[in-house]
Protein backbone atom coordinates (compact mmCIF):
# COMPACT_ATOMS: atom_id res chain seq x y z
CA UNK A 1 0.00 0.00 0.00
CA UNK A 2 1.37 3.47 -1.19
CA UNK A 3 2.68 5.64 2.27
CA UNK A 4 0.73 8.91 2.67
CA UNK A 5 2.91 11.66 1.37
CA UNK A 6 5.19 13.67 3.59
CA UNK A 7 5.35 16.67 1.06
CA UNK A 8 2.26 18.95 2.39
CA UNK A 9 1.06 20.71 -0.62
CA UNK A 10 -0.02 23.80 1.50
CA UNK A 11 2.81 25.90 1.37
CA UNK A 12 2.71 27.03 5.21
CA UNK A 13 0.11 25.18 6.27
CA UNK A 14 1.94 25.62 9.81
CA UNK A 15 1.48 29.36 9.59
CA UNK A 16 5.17 29.53 10.91
CA UNK A 17 6.03 32.18 8.44
CA UNK A 18 3.18 34.10 9.34
CA UNK A 19 0.92 35.21 6.45
CA UNK A 20 3.44 34.14 3.53
CA UNK A 21 1.22 32.53 0.70
CA UNK A 22 -1.97 33.46 2.28
CA UNK A 23 -4.59 35.95 1.27
CA UNK A 24 -6.84 37.95 2.72
CA UNK A 25 -10.32 38.83 0.80
CA UNK A 26 -12.76 41.62 2.32
CA UNK A 27 -15.27 41.48 -0.28
CA UNK A 28 -18.24 42.40 1.51
CA UNK A 29 -17.20 42.77 5.28
CA UNK A 30 -13.97 43.06 7.32
CA UNK A 31 -11.72 40.73 9.54
CA UNK A 32 -8.08 40.99 10.31
CA UNK A 33 -5.59 37.65 10.25
CA UNK A 34 -3.11 37.34 13.25
CA UNK A 35 -0.44 34.46 13.25
CA UNK A 36 1.22 33.76 16.80
CA UNK A 37 3.26 30.65 17.61
CA UNK A 38 1.73 28.52 14.27
CA UNK A 39 -1.96 29.64 14.96
CA UNK A 40 -4.07 31.90 12.60
CA UNK A 41 -6.66 33.66 14.71
CA UNK A 42 -9.53 35.57 12.82
CA UNK A 43 -11.15 38.63 14.33
CA UNK A 44 -14.37 38.66 12.72
CA UNK A 45 -15.41 42.91 12.40
CA UNK A 46 -17.82 42.90 10.07
CA UNK A 47 -19.35 39.27 8.65
CA UNK A 48 -21.14 40.75 5.93
CA UNK A 49 -24.31 38.78 4.58
CA UNK A 50 -22.83 35.74 3.14
CA UNK A 51 -20.34 33.33 3.68
CA UNK A 52 -18.21 34.04 1.23
CA UNK A 53 -18.02 37.45 1.87
CA UNK A 54 -14.71 36.85 3.79
CA UNK A 55 -12.39 34.46 2.39
CA UNK A 56 -9.09 33.29 3.77
CA UNK A 57 -7.37 31.72 0.96
CA UNK A 58 -4.58 29.97 -0.51
CA UNK A 59 -3.43 28.25 -4.09
CA UNK A 60 -2.11 24.44 -4.01
CA UNK A 61 -1.56 22.54 -7.43
CA UNK A 62 -3.76 19.46 -8.34
CA UNK A 63 -3.20 16.46 -10.56
CA UNK A 64 -6.08 14.99 -13.04
CA UNK A 65 -6.44 11.40 -10.93
CA UNK A 66 -4.44 11.92 -7.80
CA UNK A 67 -6.32 11.20 -4.11
CA UNK A 68 -5.58 13.59 -2.03
CA UNK A 69 -5.95 13.93 2.03
CA UNK A 70 -6.81 17.20 3.23
CA UNK A 71 -6.53 18.19 7.29
CA UNK A 72 -6.62 21.03 9.46
CA UNK A 73 -7.73 21.70 13.30
CA UNK A 74 -10.02 24.66 14.43
CA UNK A 75 -12.15 26.22 17.14
CA UNK A 76 -13.71 29.32 17.52
CA UNK A 77 -14.97 31.91 20.35
CA UNK A 78 -18.75 30.32 20.19
CA UNK A 79 -20.18 27.46 18.04
CA UNK A 80 -20.43 28.51 14.43
CA UNK A 81 -20.10 26.85 11.17
CA UNK A 82 -17.55 27.54 8.17
CA UNK A 83 -17.52 27.05 4.72
CA UNK A 84 -14.07 24.93 3.33
CA UNK A 85 -13.88 24.63 0.48
CA UNK A 86 -10.94 23.37 -2.74
CA UNK A 87 -11.76 24.76 -6.18
CA UNK A 88 -11.11 25.93 -9.92
CA UNK A 89 -10.07 30.01 -9.37
CA UNK A 90 -11.99 31.89 -11.57
CA UNK A 91 -15.81 32.95 -12.06
CA UNK A 92 -17.41 29.15 -12.49
CA UNK A 93 -15.59 28.36 -9.70
CA UNK A 94 -15.57 24.22 -10.37
CA UNK A 95 -15.27 22.35 -7.08
CA UNK A 96 -12.59 19.58 -6.81
CA UNK A 97 -13.24 18.45 -3.45
CA UNK A 98 -16.34 18.10 -2.00
CA UNK A 99 -16.84 21.63 -0.10
CA UNK A 100 -17.73 21.38 3.93
CA UNK A 101 -19.53 23.48 5.80
CA UNK A 102 -18.15 22.29 9.36
CA UNK A 103 -19.28 23.18 13.33
CA UNK A 104 -16.59 24.77 14.65
CA UNK A 105 -16.59 24.28 18.80
CA UNK A 106 -14.81 26.65 21.70
CA UNK A 107 -12.46 23.55 21.64
CA UNK A 108 -9.67 22.49 19.32
CA UNK A 109 -11.04 19.51 16.97
CA UNK A 110 -9.52 17.93 13.95
CA UNK A 111 -11.48 18.17 10.37
CA UNK A 112 -10.01 15.24 7.75
CA UNK A 113 -11.49 14.01 4.52
CA UNK A 114 -10.66 12.29 1.18
CA UNK A 115 -10.68 13.34 -2.41
CA UNK A 116 -9.84 12.58 -5.83
CA UNK A 117 -9.04 15.35 -8.32
CA UNK A 118 -11.38 14.75 -11.54
CA UNK A 119 -11.08 17.46 -13.59
CA UNK A 120 -7.77 18.19 -15.88
CA UNK A 121 -4.62 19.72 -14.12
CA UNK A 122 -4.59 22.61 -12.05
CA UNK A 123 -1.28 23.99 -10.62
CA UNK A 124 -3.54 27.17 -8.83
CA UNK A 125 -6.36 25.37 -7.36
CA UNK A 126 -8.10 27.59 -4.74
CA UNK A 127 -8.33 26.86 -0.85
CA UNK A 128 -10.62 29.00 0.32
CA UNK A 129 -11.95 29.38 3.86
CA UNK A 130 -15.13 31.33 4.02
CA UNK A 131 -16.40 32.66 7.22
CA UNK A 132 -18.82 35.83 6.50
CA UNK A 133 -21.91 35.56 8.10
CA UNK A 134 -21.25 35.15 11.34
CA UNK A 135 -19.47 37.57 13.81
CA UNK A 136 -17.41 34.73 15.88
CA UNK A 137 -13.89 34.85 15.76
CA UNK A 138 -12.14 31.61 15.48
CA UNK A 139 -8.62 29.89 15.20
CA UNK A 140 -7.13 27.28 12.62
CA UNK A 141 -3.65 25.65 12.70
CA UNK A 142 -2.07 22.41 10.94
CA UNK A 143 -3.55 22.87 7.60
CA UNK A 144 -2.27 19.99 5.32
CA UNK A 145 -3.27 18.48 1.64
CA UNK A 146 -1.34 15.58 1.01
CA UNK A 147 -1.41 12.76 -2.07
CA UNK A 148 -2.73 9.39 -1.22
CA UNK A 149 -3.68 6.12 -3.04
CA UNK A 150 -7.21 5.22 -3.65
CA UNK A 151 -7.26 2.47 -1.29
CA UNK A 152 -5.06 4.61 1.56
CA UNK A 153 -7.20 6.39 4.37
CA UNK A 154 -4.05 7.73 5.93
CA UNK A 155 -2.47 5.69 8.82
CA UNK A 156 -1.04 8.30 10.20
CA UNK A 157 -4.91 9.60 11.09
CA UNK A 158 -5.75 6.63 12.35
CA UNK A 159 -5.65 7.50 16.35
CA UNK A 160 -7.88 10.39 15.08
CA UNK A 161 -11.59 10.51 15.51
CA UNK A 162 -13.69 11.76 12.44
CA UNK A 163 -15.91 14.71 12.98
CA UNK A 164 -19.21 13.57 12.22
CA UNK A 165 -19.96 17.09 10.98
CA UNK A 166 -21.18 18.95 8.19
CA UNK A 167 -22.17 18.48 5.21
CA UNK A 168 -21.01 17.44 1.53
CA UNK A 169 -22.63 18.54 -1.73
CA UNK A 170 -23.45 15.59 -3.78
CA UNK A 171 -21.65 14.21 -7.68
CA UNK A 172 -23.71 14.71 -10.14
CA UNK A 173 -23.62 10.93 -11.00
CA UNK A 174 -24.97 7.74 -8.67
CA UNK A 175 -23.09 8.09 -5.07
CA UNK A 176 -22.08 5.98 -1.77
CA UNK A 177 -21.27 7.63 1.13
CA UNK A 178 -19.26 5.50 2.40
CA UNK A 179 -17.28 4.71 5.92
CA UNK A 180 -14.04 3.45 6.17
CA UNK A 181 -11.85 2.29 9.34
CA UNK A 182 -8.53 4.18 9.32
CA UNK A 183 -6.61 1.16 7.73
CA UNK A 184 -9.34 1.13 4.85
CA UNK A 185 -11.68 -1.46 5.34
CA UNK A 186 -14.69 -0.51 4.39
CA UNK A 187 -17.57 -0.83 7.67
CA UNK A 188 -20.64 -0.26 5.82
CA UNK A 189 -22.32 2.47 3.12
CA UNK A 190 -23.73 5.04 5.33
CA UNK A 191 -26.72 6.91 2.00
CA UNK A 192 -26.56 7.00 -1.68
CA UNK A 193 -27.92 8.60 -4.00
CA UNK A 194 -29.04 8.93 -7.51
CA UNK A 195 -26.86 12.29 -8.21
CA UNK A 196 -27.88 15.93 -8.40
CA UNK A 197 -29.48 16.07 -4.64
CA UNK A 198 -27.52 19.43 -3.82
CA UNK A 199 -26.32 19.92 -0.41
CA UNK A 200 -26.26 17.00 2.37
CA UNK A 201 -25.92 16.82 5.85
CA UNK A 202 -23.32 14.05 7.39
CA UNK A 203 -24.32 11.81 9.50
CA UNK A 204 -23.65 12.06 13.34
CA UNK A 205 -22.59 8.69 14.27
CA UNK A 206 -20.32 7.74 17.57
CA UNK A 207 -17.96 5.21 15.56
CA UNK A 208 -13.99 6.33 14.72
CA UNK A 209 -13.43 6.67 10.55
CA UNK A 210 -13.39 8.19 7.55
CA UNK A 211 -16.47 8.95 5.40
CA UNK A 212 -15.77 8.95 1.44
CA UNK A 213 -18.19 10.20 -1.00
CA UNK A 214 -17.83 8.21 -4.08
CA UNK A 215 -19.31 7.68 -7.29
CA UNK A 216 -20.52 4.17 -9.12
CA UNK A 217 -21.45 3.08 -11.61
CA UNK A 218 -25.70 2.72 -12.07
Known amino acids: MKELSKKNLVENGDFSKGLKSWRIENLHGNFE????????????????????????????SLKEGEAYIFTMRAKADAPRTLNVNIKKNDKEYIPYANGRIIDLSTNWQDYSW?????????????????????????????VS?????????GRSYRSRIQKNSGYFNSPNEPWELRFYTFDGKLKKVLDKGKGGEGMRAYPRIDQSGVMVVKEVKG
Do not use: H
Open 114 to 142: KFTMKEIDDAAALLSFDMGGNPTSWNLKD
Open 145 to 153: LRVTSEDDL
Open 33 to 60: AKAQNKEMNFEIQKPGKDSWSLQFCTNV
